[in-house]
């Protein structure tokens, strides 16, 4: 069974400063999605990755999808109060089946 | 606004009752999923239906059934309720289903706080 392993599970830091989170399995990924759920909301794409070595950016926010399509980096440079939330990727494992990360937990500190 | 509704959007009652969640997917989506996240955690899915077929299930207890109607809102039953069962309920809409390229995006309601005391 495909796992998704994110890390780290909680994260605080101050405005303006930078941070990765990432996210890690043993199998390879088809397709890697990154959602952010802010309190008291539901989860949002922010982005979805495809090919090995692919990067998009997202203004502050930088994904990367490893070259062998096993893990994947979320970098926010300059990270202000309005990133804070629950980071998710999501995979799907060779059922199709949509395989969840537990969450990166960001407080960014004004 | 992501387009899909969920009803109702708290809910407070006791153990041992019984509680329906109800979802109205983006127009035009056929495929509905029921998430349960409890506090500081991430997603458990529970059940999928596509065009009123179950599809696929997850970790969903044998206290809890769901359906999709022929309009293809959705609707969760909670049952017998246990202090344990209190979380957000979320439901997500996509257009179709997930294939081999599948590069979709889940839209997800704001979610119903369920607390069972």
């Known amino acids: 069974t495909q796992l998704l392993e994110q890390s780290p599970q909680f994260l605080s830091i101050q405005e303006g400063e930078n941070l990765t989170v990432y996210c890690n399995s043993s199998?390879?990924?088809?397709?890697l999605q990154w959602y952010r759920q802010e309190p008291g909301e539901g989860p949002v794409l922010l982005v979805t990755?495809?090919?090995g070595g692919e990067v998009k950016k997202l203004k502050r926010l930088t994904f990367q999808f490893g070259d062998a399509r096993k893990d994947s980096s979320l970098h926010i440079t300059a990270a202000q109060p309005g990133d804070t939330g629950l980071y998710l990727c999501v995979s799907m494992d060779s059922n199709y089946q949509l395989i969840w990360g537990a969450g990166t937990k960001l407080i960014i500190k004004p | 606004d992501s387009g899909v509704t969920q009803t109702p959007k708290h809910l407070i009652t006791a153990t041992g009752q019984r509680v329906t969640l109800r979802c109205s997917p983006r127009?035009?989506?056929?495929?509905v999923y029921w998430y349960q996240q409890s506090l500081d955690q991430g997603l458990q899915f529970l059940i999928q239906y596509y065009n009123g077929e179950e599809r696929a299930k997850g970790n969903i207890l044998e206290r809890f059934s769901a359906q999709q109607f022929p309009d293809l809102h959705s609707e969760l039953n909670l049952s017998s309720l246990e202090l344990g069962d209190s979380a957000l309920y979320f439901c997500?809409?996509?257009?179709?289903?997930?294939?081999?390229?599948?590069?979709?995006?889940?839209?997800f309601g704001e979610g119903s706080r369920l607390t069972v005391l």
């Open positions: 199998s390879v990924f088809s397709s």
């Open positions: 997500a809409s996509t257009p179709g289903l997930a294939g081999e390229f599948y590069t979709g995006e889940l839209f």
């Open positions: 990755v495809v090919t």
């Open positions: 127009s035009g989506d056929l495929s």
